[in-house]
């Protein structure tokens, strides 16, 4: 269903750039299919800020200047990922990178509420406001071991790559940003934020948005290959599903009492039947069961968890309308099979990510591609379930691109990072923020001000 992806039709010499990348582009083809073609074209302005940027010797100083700073920002990798940082624990990393954030220059920067740490940076004036983000939580449990071992030329341990390097990028950025004292037109608003992974449901980036009224876009760090851009973000609903009834013996009670086991396999059954659209790409699945007492036993009790998603809000709510009737059917049906109504069922709504995409003719995601192009990447917009799902939901532009390095063997214990000349990769996010913002004097603010929104 998605159509092939094809060569922005840039200036001459970005063109030539782009094509360069072609043979990564291939592997970047297989890793992910793209969700939407690579804007034909960027406008004039566009292209003209990026021509500029990249031109602009100050701006190279300050590219130099990450190259310069990339073994620093290796070590603080390191030290980052080695303080756990479980769902809903996030504290201790929050403290962390607080106090680097301080030390950096953002002496206002603070935790909110949230357990965010938020930071501004201001601008010169009369830009926009443009949020800058990595996530500080990882999947891992507490007392999982986090110590980074450097193995056959890379750095292995959990969360190192989703998402410590985003935040050890956020950090460089700011470090050189100051020493070079580069300022921009808009301000930028630093965050490491909680509650992405998990049943974090987002709370981290909600309350940001909840709390600042003003953003005018987003660009998160997330690991990702050279080009890759999200754009968009799949939203999903997630249940627990709790059947009770009386219970029994399994002898002495047959025939009296329904099972909350077997109400439960009924409607297993049942959404195992239910039919989803390929697309927009629409899924579910109940990925933990459990329940009853004994073997012997009819259960009074029985639990599941449901996963709803699509890349289309409104496929979602038609795919969970459907499994949510399911569930009262199986009842029912339990009930019916033995002459009682005992049995019942609950839901709880524990997992909620609104979704939508940034559309591809937006400025954010314009600005992604030429400045990708500049590095000699051809980009592939694809779609995930990020931080970006909260702005984008808002109507806010939004994208998610990677902060530099190969990694692999994400939400595993396995996993790693190579970040041989991975300061190339935070060269190229950089470009793209400073293209959004504008530098006085190089290019102007791509990036258009929105009208503040209410409460």
């Known amino acids: 269903m998605h159509r092939p992806l094809r060569a922005p039709r840039l200036a001459p010499l970005t063109f030539a750039i782009a094509l360069a990348a072609?043979?990564?582009?291939?592997?970047?083809?297989?890793?992910?299919a793209p969700v939407a073609p690579t804007p034909a074209q960027v406008s004039p302005e566009v292209d003209r800020a990026y021509t500029q940027l990249?031109?602009?010797?100050?701006?190279?100083?300050?590219?130099?200047?990450?190259?310069?700073?990339?073994?620093?920002?290796?070590?603080?990798?390191?030290?980052l990922t080695e303080i756990e940082a479980p769902p809903f624990k996030e504290q201790k990393r929050a403290e962390a990178f607080l106090a680097r954030m301080k030390a950096l220059g953002l002496t206002d920067a603070r935790i909110d509420a949230e357990g965010n740490v938020v930071g501004l940076r201001k601008g010169t004036g009369h830009g926009p406001k443009l949020l800058v983000s990595a996530h500080l939580d990882t999947v891992f449990p507490?007392?999982?071991?986090?110590?980074?071992?450097?193995?056959?030329?890379?750095?292995?341990?959990?969360?190192?790559?989703?998402?410590?390097?985003?935040?050890?990028?956020?950090?460089?950025?700011?470090?050189?940003?100051?020493?070079?004292?580069?300022?921009?037109?808009?301000?930028?608003?630093?965050?490491?934020?909680?509650?992405?992974?998990?049943?974090?449901?987002?709370?981290?980036?909600?309350?940001?948005?909840?709390?600042?009224?003003?953003?005018?876009g987003m660009v998160g760090l997330e690991p990702s290959p050279d080009g890759h851009v999200l754009v968009l973000g799949?939203?999903?609903?997630?249940?627990?599903?709790?059947?009770?009834?009386?219970?029994?013996?399994?002898?002495?009670?047959?025939?009296?009492?329904?099972?909350?086991?077997?109400?439960?396999?009924?409607?297993?059954?049942k959404i195992a039947e239910v039919r989803t659209p390929s697309f927009p790409k629409t899924t579910f699945t109940v990925g933990t069961v459990g329940g009853g007492t004994s073997v012997n036993t009819i259960a009074p009790d029985a639990r599941m968890a449901i996963?709803?998603?699509?890349?289309?809000?409104?496929?979602?709510?038609?795919?969970?309308?459907?499994?949510?009737?399911?569930?009262?059917?199986?009842?029912?049906?339990?009930?019916?099979?033995?002459?009682?109504?005992?049995?019942?069922?609950s839901t709880k709504l524990i997992g909620d990510r609104p979704g939508g995409r940034t559309p591809t003719d937006s400025v954010i995601v314009e600005a992604a591609v030429r400045a990708n192009s500049a590095f000699g990447h051809k980009t592939l917009l694809r779609g995930g379930s990020t931080d970006a799902n909260v702005p984008i939901s808002l109507g806010i532009p939004a994208i998610i691109i990677g902060g530099g390095g190969k990694s692999g063997g994400s939400?595993?214990?396995?996993?790693?990072?190579?970040v041989t000349d991975g300061w190339k990769g935070a060269q190229n996010s950089l470009v793209t923020v400073l293209g959004l913002v504008g530098v006085p004097g190089v290019s102007p603010a791509l990036l258009p001000k929105r009208a503040a929104r209410t409460k």
Request: proline share 2%.
């Open 22 to 32: 072609f043979g990564t582009v291939q592997l970047a083809r297989a890793q992910s």
């Open 54 to 79: 990249m031109a602009a010797p100050a701006i190279q100083k300050l590219l130099e200047a990450v190259k310069a700073d990339h073994e620093r920002a290796v070590e603080e990798l390191k030290t």
């Open 142 to 216: 507490a007392g999982t071991d986090v110590k980074v071992k450097e193995r056959d030329g890379r750095l292995h341990a959990p969360g190192i790559a989703d998402d410590t390097r985003g935040l050890s990028v956020l950090l460089s950025w700011l470090k050189v940003l100051n020493e070079n004292k580069v300022q921009t037109q808009g301000d930028l608003l630093f965050v490491a934020n909680v509650g992405e992974e998990e049943l974090g449901n987002l709370r981290g980036m909600k309350a940001i948005f909840r709390d600042h009224l003003d953003i005018d």
């Open 234 to 269: 799949t939203a999903s609903h997630r249940y627990e599903v709790s059947f009770k009834g009386p219970g029994g013996h399994s002898f002495g009670a047959f025939g009296q009492v329904p099972s909350a086991i077997h109400g439960m396999g009924r409607a297993i059954a």
């Open 307 to 345: 996963d709803i998603r699509s890349d289309d809000m409104a496929s979602l709510l038609e795919a969970e309308k459907k499994i949510l009737a399911t569930l009262d059917e199986a009842v029912a049906e339990e009930n019916r099979r033995w002459n009682v109504n005992t049995l019942s069922v």
């Open 411 to 418: 939400h595993s214990t396995h996993e790693w990072i190579d």
